[in-house]
């Protein structure tokens, strides 16, 4: 399967790239975070914050993991979406951030239909996974939603985007998801560490064999 | 196996956050990138960026997979590391930032000298993988590191720390990872993602039998 968005994400060119103010900043912000080691020694940190994560939430978003069962095998449902901070088309999980008052679950079922169309049920939320924690309080659970594909509503799933998302969707078998980031990245996609450590350990698990 | 640090990771704490002046940050600067979106409009984009990597590198750094086989199955080498911007003590495999002129294989085998003791030797590397590409170009390439538990200079493995670092090295049954990082969150405990979509995906390779 692999369905594709009319508006290619691939088009997408940077004009130019200039210091960002912080007053000006609506996005992210910089910290300095002054603490004490172990030893007792006053040290100072940098991070840089979303300034989007809603109050009383202690995440910023949801990675979906949906996998379809076809009669090939299971296929990860992926996105290829164009990422201004690396310049790339980027290969992700579907993604997003929280609303407020949004569970992660309430999230990912959300963003889930927005971006891919598909309706789909949790099945259950991993821990909260922080994306560089020596850089920023970045974060998200990767929420696993089933996607039954006998409903009418998942036959034809048509993508709700906004005007500023270019998405295009398509499912690579989790079976070969190594050698298909290793292919994109050749390509000159940029792989997710997300999409990227998922095919590492699946890896992983079949020279192990759990 | 599990060595400890006579220098606990987990006596940190945080005085105060306040806003970085740009100025005065010596480790992140942040971004505003005009580009143009598939339909030809102009758009804005914020971004952070690391300020420490080399000229001539496309990477910051690399995250280390070591797995040790011992008698009871293949296990996982990990750090617990305080990290100010998540303010909570971290569980990561042993990383850390390219130097000028290094590959990421040669900073992972000194890295992981460094921060755990072993000497290994590099067996392949992954993808680039970007952390949170929607925020940051922060990325790394995963080096896995076999390490011969028969070398005498594994026997008694001893880190070389610099003094502002406090690292606690352990290893988890990676059959069982899942389950101990979902009982490290419990006790407050930070799990990094590339640990956390390891511990997911090793999951998924037991449930299809790959």
């Known amino acids: 399967m692999a369905q594709s968005n009319a508006r290619s994400a691939q088009a997408s060119k940077i004009l130019e790239t200039s210091p960002l103010d912080p007053a000006e900043a609506r996005w992210i912000r910089l910290g300095k975070i002054t603490y004490t080691d172990p030893l007792g020694v006053k040290r100072v940190w940098e991070t840089a914050e ?8 202690t995440i910023d978003g949801v990675g979906i993991i949906a996998i379809l069962d076809t009669a090939q095998g299971p296929e990860i449902l992926l996105q290829k979406q164009f990422r201004p901070p690396i310049n790339k088309v980027s290969i992700e999980v579907p993604a997003g951030l929280i609303d407020e008052g949004e569970t992660p679950e309430q999230c990912a079922v959300r963003e889930l239909k927005e971006e891919t169309g ?15 924690p020596g850089l920023t309080n970045a974060n998200s659970s990767l929420v696993h939603i089933r996607i039954d594909m006998s409903l009418p509503e998942n036959q ?5 985007l906004e005007e500023n998302e270019f998405i295009e969707c398509f499912t690579v078998p989790l079976a070969t998801l190594y050698e298909e980031t290793k292919r994109l990245e050749q390509e000159g996609f940029g792989i997710d560490a997300r999409v990227g450590t998922l095919a ?7 020279k192990y064999s759990f």
Chains 1, 2 share one sequence.
């Open 200 to 206: 590492e350990a699946i890896e992983l698990g079949k």
């Open 156 to 160: 034809s799933p048509v993508p709700e």
């Open 50 to 57: 979303r300034q989007t994560r809603p109050k009383n939430s």
């Open 118 to 132: 598909y309706v789909g049920a949790v099945e259950k939320t991993s821990t909260v996974m922080f994306h560089d």
